[in-house]
């Protein structure tokens, strides 16, 4: 492919469009046209692909109008035909989940050739949603990573999440669309959802040489698709054409090219090393061949990938709590061979000219040896030995068939059935040794191994779906079912029998909350160790039963404005390891409604709104976490001794002096039904979400566009585990009353089908918030040498919990986070949330200085990120209605106490704590500091540079581009995350040393090689 091709491609296919919002897993598109100065009844219009052959013919309406729907994406000859005579005809771009305008003005017989021209506003009134739509071959010239991240972060309104949700820093992490969490995206290929559904957290994904086209969907969805409060990343791969085509590519990110990182310290940077970057390195080498032709010439065609991967990523890590334990292992994981080798393969079929059949499969399978040392945080020298290692098994197998049906001209019939496979599991090859860590400020404990967990841990989601469309008049109206049936097994038995031994310190005067009714208090008058042990294990098999019924009504009131009436209803069920079923939603219709309006007719500007409600399934995490037969128990001990060998304890004892008192049980054997664990009166999670926006071409080169943007919770969906909750938490709408049953016997069934009612009052919890607004402004320009486009987005975050997940504890349990697990843990929550970056700025493009030689550029600046002071106790803290026995709360407690007008050293305290009113007054007297949400200031600005150089050649008459990319060229390392536990984990008044240390940066510079042959 020359220079000038693959800039006729960016041109027709990097741009920023309000799409149409009707098919966010849609792999096609559509060609919507009209005929004008003449009698639309006298001709027929046909839509001819030159690169397969394939042709539809359809016939005007009485009004000139005419619709080629669901057509594979690509260019499409569009010829009006009059008596068997061509009297006009046009070349169409038809581009992912999109309607191509063709529009005709014929004023005499002759043939009116149209001449195809890129702008940035589709051209037509019949987009109402926001998005970016861009080619693989125009992705191929930007410095972006070669993942579905990168391309996702070039649209508008998108931040970069927590990268602490990745495996290490040196990835790029998810994103988080609106304000969302990472956690609330959806991902498709080809009509295939491909997202992680354990947790929301990921996509399966395929080789970029495998995808034709990326669209990134950042609001106004309609009402054929939901499952998602986020984003949606949609891509359709390549299929086989005509002619045989060949291509051979090799990609280098090496070891050598990857700058050095940063350090944090403890205590203010004065202490001892938290986070370490400075040995850090990431390296791959992809080779990658791929082929597609006809089978049968114009009838079937096959398009087939395979990539030999080897990468490298070796970095230093921690065995303990995130946030109070530094790095003390490094981590060597490898993947190469046979155990990485990706294959895919789309077939396609043209049964005839108005039915199509395609078939497409892809295993990305990924097995990794993980190997780990010891490493001495201060010094950074690890051991000469590893501790032992782990088989990593990631990715998995999917497949699907579509069908693709025009019965008639008017009438479009298309049905799905597909499957995903997923593995996450981690076999340690030492079992026997149990994970060991220690926290104190001088840490002598040290471990025989990594720890891990031993079991199967995988998912399977069978998917179906069937899609009526029919044009009638004005009107084209759809309507469908989607049915997902998600299937996971994880068992978790831990190396040692031990899950995770914690070494700790106290100061005089602290305590720590063990459970609901258990404290203990340091009061000998110094610093007191102790060690923490935790068990959990359990598990199974469990599954959810995801239904939808859709239905919506495009409606062209006259030739300047459409509008969207649609409508949807999930039905969301999910069900543990006894079979039991413990979640049951069946909500109302949710509403989906677009209005677009073109104000002049002209296709140079239009003016367009969106209103939506969209749920949010519950994640298969919780049916893991709840129902999955998991015992979860933390016991506190004091200790004399350490084993040398294993690292374990020696001489110890419950440090309350009794083993329930000092045990803190978290889960139980056993999986409740849906009276107990779900409120009779709850809703699903859900967000409703306006647009307003604005769109106009100002010439031939410039268009502009302005969006406003409001996002709000309308109900939270997230477990109480307070004082009313039974043995199981319970899933509430927080701020609202509820009726669930009491289940002491573990049957996972009300005890004596009693179904108890409590007030809003009595639970104590505040309503849910979570509001996003935003404001993003674009200019886009396109020449036949520039191509670039500048965004701004100004956003506000705001609520009292930011959604699925917890960025600012990287809690990973999806819809069961901390938040609201009782009333303490809300006081004080409001405030601006972990994705509220206020300002990002987006600046990207391509500069062809030679019909050969292209030079692209991306570069970002983002503010920074909220930053909290988390505490461990709370003024009420034994007030079993307010506090419970774990969680990060707004208050810090300063060791002193008031008594009797006096401030003294709690550790000083007259009252007897063996008495239960003498240690109420005491809690009494204890004095706290507060700060809300956010009051701890913001991480840095964010600001990255990325620069490439594409050089296109011809060797041996085979066309070839080699390219190189800088990452970071400027090498900008500021953090994007820092340590916000104030206090030691469920010690209060302890102060953790490594508050505020930073936890990760950004990725330091590093470069890509690329060599690419075309046959």
Request: proline share 4%.
């Amino acid at each position: 492919m020359t220079s000038k091709s693959i800039w006729r491609i960016v041109v027709a296919t990097m741009v920023f469009v309000a799409t149409n919002a009707y098919a966010v897993g849609e792999s096609t598109g559509n060609i919507v046209g009209s005929l004008s100065n003449t009698t639309a009844a006298q001709y027929s219009i046909t839509a001819a692909s030159p690169a397969t052959g394939r042709s539809r013919t359809v016939t005007a309406d009485s009004s000139g109008s005419f619709r080629f729907s669901q057509l594979p994406i690509g260019e499409y000859v569009v010829s009006v035909v009059q008596n068997g005579t061509v009297v006009a005809r046009d070349t169409i771009q038809v581009a992912l989940d999109a309607n191509a305008p063709a529009r005709f003005v014929l004023a005499d017989e002759s043939i009116e050739e149209i001449i195809a021209t890129a702008q940035a506003i589709s051209g037509d009134t019949y987009s109402t949603d926001s998005g970016l739509v861009i080619d693989s071959d125009a992705i191929a010239i930007l410095p972006v990573a070669r993942n579905l991240t990168a391309v996702s972060m070039l649209a508008p309104g998108t931040v970069l999440g927590d990268s602490r949700f990745s495996l290490s820093n040196g990835s790029n992490g998810l994103v988080s669309f609106g304000g969302s969490s990472v956690a609330e995206n959806s991902c498709y290929i080809n009509g295939l959802e491909v997202t992680n559904t354990r947790q929301g957290l990921g996509c399966g994904s395929v080789p970029f040489e495998f995808y034709e086209q990326f669209q990134v969907k950042t609001g106004g969805y309609s009402a054929q698709f939901g499952r998602t409060t986020g984003g949606v990343l949609n891509a359709v791969t390549k299929s086989g054409t005509n002619e045989w085509k060949f291509t051979t590519g090799l990609y280098l990110e090496p070891e050598s090219g990857y700058e050095g990182g940063k350090k944090s310290f403890a205590n203010d940077g004065s202490g001892n090393v938290f986070r370490d970057t400075t040995d850090d390195s990431y390296g791959t080498n992809s080779l990658v061949l791929t082929a597609g032709g006809p089978i049968i010439k114009d009838k079937l065609f096959f398009y087939g990938i395979v990539e030999q991967r080897d990468t490298v990523q070796n970095f230093s890590d921690n065995t303990g709590r995130e946030a109070y334990a530094p790095d003390d292992e490094y981590r060597e994981v490898t993947a190469d061979g046979s155990d990485n080798l990706f294959w895919g393969t789309k077939i396609d079929w043209d049964i005839t000219d108005n039915h199509q059949l395609s078939a497409f499969a892809y295993s990305n399978r990924n097995d990794a040896t993980d190997v780990h040392y010891a490493r001495n945080p201060n010094t950074g020298i690890k051991a000469a030995t590893s501790n032992g290692s782990f088989l990593r098994k990631r990715g998995g197998d999917a497949y699907n068939f579509t069908y693709t049906g025009h019965l008639t001209d008017s009438l479009t019939v298309s049905a799905m059935y597909g499957n995903i496979q997923t593995e996450y599991v981690s076999d340690p090859t030492n079992t026997v040794c149990p994970l060991v860590t220690d926290s104190r400020a001088n840490p002598t404990a040290v471990g025989c191994g990594p720890g891990g967990n031993i079991g199967a841990n995988n998912d399977d989601n069978t998917q179906t779906r069937f899609d009526i469309e029919w044009a009638v008049g004005n009107h084209v109206i759809r309507a469908g079912l989607d049915s997902q049936q998600r299937d996971s097994t994880r068992i978790v038995e831990p190396t040692g029998g031990i899950s995770a031994i914690v070494y700790n310190t106290f100061q005089p005067g602290s305590s720590i909350v063990i459970n609901n009714t258990s404290t203990y208090t340091n009061t000998t008058g110094a610093d007191q160790d102790y060690v923490s042990q935790r068990i959990f294990i359990g598990g199974g098999s469990f599954s959810s039963e995801l239904d939808a019924y859709y239905i919506e009504d495009e409606w062209q009131l006259n030739d300047n404005v459409v509008l969207y009436l649609g409508a949807r209803k999930d039905q969301l069920a999910n069900f543990g390891t006894t079979g039991l079923q413990f979640v049951d939603f069946d909500q109302d219709w949710a509403p989906r409604l677009g209005i677009s309006w073109d104000p002049k007719g002209d296709g140079e500007s239009k003016a367009y709104a969106t209103w939506g409600r969209y749920y949010l399934p519950v994640a298969n995490n919780t049916n893991y976490r709840v129902a999955a037969n998991i015992s979860d128990q933390t016991t506190y001990y004091t200790f004399t001794g350490i084993d040398g060998a294993t690292g374990v304890p020696t001489g110890t004892a419950p440090i309350t002096g009794d083993l329930a008192g000092s045990t803190s049980v978290n889960s139980f054997v056993g999986a409740p039904g849906v009276p107990v664990f779900q409120a009779q009166e709850a809703d699903p999670f859900y967000k409703e979400e306006l647009i307003l926006g604005y769109e106009r071409t100002l010439n031939d080169e410039y268009d502009i566009g302005f969006r406003f943007i409001s996002r709000n919770v309308g109900a939270t969906l997230d477990d109480y585990c307070g004082f009313y909750s039974p043995v199981w938490c319970v899933m509430v709408n927080p701020g609202f009353a509820g009726s669930w049953g009491d289940d002491n016997d573990f049957d996972g069934e009300p005890d004596g089908g009693i179904i108890n009612y409590y007030t809003a009052e009595q639970i104590n919890l505040p309503k849910g918030k979570n509001e996003y607004t935003s404001v993003q402004m674009e200019l886009n320009r396109v020449t036949d040498r520039v191509n670039w486009s500048l965004i701004y987005t100004w956003g506000r975050s705001i609520g009292n919990f930011e959604g699925s997940v917890k960025s600012d504890i990287v809690q990973a349990d999806a819809g069961i986070t901390q938040d609201f697990d009782f009333p303490a843990l809300m006081d004080g929550a409001y405030g601006y949330l972990p994705n509220d970056r206020r300002h990002s700025l987006k600046y990207f493009g391509n500069f062809a200085i030679t019909d050969q030689l292209s030079v692209g550029w991306n570069a970002t600046a983002f503010s920074g990120r909220p930053l909290n002071r988390f505490g461990a106790g709370h003024p009420e803290g034994d007030d079993p209605v307010q506090f419970g026995s774990y969680g990060d709360t707004y208050y810090i407690f300063t060791n002193t106490c008031n008594e009797g007008g006096v401030v003294i050293n709690c550790a000083n305290t007259a009252l007897d704590l063996n008495d239960p009113v003498q240690a109420a007054q005491f809690q009494d007297n204890k004095i706290y500091n507060f700060g809300g949400r956010g009051s701890a200031g913001r991480t840095p600005w964010n600001i990255n540079l990325d620069v490439s150089l594409n050089y296109d050649f011809t060797f041996s008459d085979i066309d070839m581009t080699a390219g190189f990319q800088v990452f970071n060229i400027l090498d900008i390392q500021e953090a994007n995350s820092q340590n916000e536990a104030f206090e030691q984990r469920r010690t209060e008044g302890t102060l953790n040393q490594y508050y505020g240390a930073a936890y990760a940066w950004q990725a330091p510079r590093h470069y890509r090689l690329s060599l690419l042959a075309r046959f």
